[in-house]
């Protein structure tokens, strides 16, 4: 069954649909007027539906609903600090392992417990190679 606003609603389409505030969300958020508020999923007698929290209005689901968001990854120089991170550090005779370098730009960083070791970054001197690497 199918219930209505109440009465005191102005008489206008039940809901508005939305385009999502983030590109990634697939599906328009349906909202109640004029309360503009969030219809939330639960199982009704028949079929699933989207309820108000706030006024009895129901909108039952006729069709499947999906929504799959994948979470981006960071990028390794992100998690390390960015580009920012290494504009201040000190250089090792460390050989690059790429092109030869003789040099190359360090950081330690704990990354684990604080009972192991420090793990070293390198970053090639060579601006052209830039490769890195930890040890």
Not at 23 to 44: D, I, M, N, R
Not at 75 to 94: I, K, M, Q
Request: with cysteine.
């Amino acid at each position: 069954m199918l219930l209505h606003p109440p009465p005191h609603l102005p008489l206008q389409p039940p809901l508005v649909v939305h385009p999502p505030l983030d590109s990634s969300f697939p599906l328009p958020v349906l909202t109640p007027l004029p309360l503009q508020t969030v219809l939330y999923p639960e199982e009704g007698q028949k079929c699933y539906r989207f309820a108000c929290n706030t006024c009895p209005y129901v909108h039952n689901i006729t069709r499947k609903v999906n929504n799959r968001k994948y979470p981006k990854l960071k990028e390794v120089d992100d998690v390390l600090g960015g580009a920012a991170a290494w504009e201040n550090v000190d250089s090792t005779p460390e050989k690059c392992p790429k092109c030869e370098h003789p040099r190359a730009f360090f950081m330690q960083i704990q990354t684990r417990s604080a009972d192991e070791p420090m793990t070293t970054f390198y970053k090639c001197c060579n601006y052209e190679c830039g490769h890195r690497w930890r040890d």
